[in-house]
C-alpha cells in the first residue's frame, strides 16, 4: 500500500514538473486601435491580435494619429505580470530596431501608445511597412515569447519638412593640418630710420648744455672712477650694450635672439647700477657736488 501511494506521488510530481516546463508566456485580449487627432469617440480603426497568426493587412499610422496597443500578459492561462514586456519595431531593409516600454500592471494588464513623435526618424522614411513584435519574458523556466503581431505602414504628410537630428559627432583621424606662419616684419624705409637718430642725435648736445646750465660737475668723474671704477664701467658700458642690442634687433637679429642678450646685460646693469648709485650717495653724504 505505501508502495502504491508513493508510485501516485511520484506521478503527481512529475505531471506537475511537465506541466511547469511546458508553460510559456503569450498574452490574450489584445486589440491594436488607431485614432486621429480629433476623430472623436469610435473614431479610427481597431483590430484584434492573436499570439500566434499576425493580422493579414497592415495598419496605417498617419501623422496626426495614434497608435494604442491594449493586452494581457499571461504566463501559460494564467494572468501574470513579467518582467519585460516590449513591442518592438524592426525595419526589413535596414534591420535597424526599436522597442517600447508597455506599461504592465499586477493584473497583467498592459498598454503603449505611439505616434509620429516617438519613433526614429529613419522608420518615417520607410517605404515598406515595419514589423511590429511583442516580446515577453520573465525569470523563471517559462518559455518567452517573441512573435509578429503585425505590420504598421507609417504615412507621412509631405507638406511638413522632416526634421532630421545632427548626425553624432564620430571621432577619427582628421586631415593633415599645415601650419602657414606669416612673413616676419620688415623694417622701415631707410629715410625714417635716418631722420629719428639724427634727431636723437641733435638731442644730446642739448642735453649736454641742460647738465652745464644746471650745474653738472664732471670733476669728479676721476674720483668716482676711482672709488667704484668696475661698477660705474659696468654700469655706463651695459647702457651702450643695451643700444647696439636694439641696433641688431633693429638690422638683423630676431627677437629669439635679442631676448637672451638684452637679459644678460640687463642683469650686469642692475648689479653694476646698484653699485654705482650707492657709490653717487656716499659721495652726496660727503657734500660733494
Known sequence: MRVLHGFVSSLFLSGATIVSAASSWSFEDATVSVSSKGAGVGGGSKDKLSPSTPLQNSISLGATDTLKLLLTTAEGSTAKRPHQAFLTLADPTTGLEESFVLNVKDSGKAKVDLSHKDLPHQFLTCEKPIAASIVIASFGSSAPYKNKVFDLAITRDPNVPLGIPEPPVRYAAETEIHHIFREDPKSP?????????????????????????????????????????????????????????????????????????????????????????????????????
Do not use: C, D
Request: charged share 10%; glycine share 10%.
Open 189 to 289: 624705409p631707410k629715410l625714417i630710420t635716418i631722420v629719428f637718430a639724427a634727431a636723437v642725435a641733435g638731442a644730446l648736445p642739448v642735453l649736454l648744455g641742460v647738465w652745464a646750465t644746471l650745474g653738472a660737475n664732471a670733476g669728479h668723474l676721476s674720483k668716482a672712477l676711482g672709488n667704484a671704477t668696475i661698477s660705474h664701467g659696468l654700469f655706463y658700458g651695459s647702457i651702450l650694450a643695451m643700444e647696439g642690442i636694439f641696433f641688431l634687433y633693429y638690422t638683423s637679429w630676431n627677437l629669439f635672439q635679442t631676448l637672451p642678450a638684452a637679459a644678460v646685460v640687463g642683469f650686469v646693469a642692475f648689479l653694476s647700477g646698484s653699485r654705482a648709485l650707492t657709490e653717487v650717495q656716499e659721495r652726496r653724504l660727503a657734500e660733494l657736488r
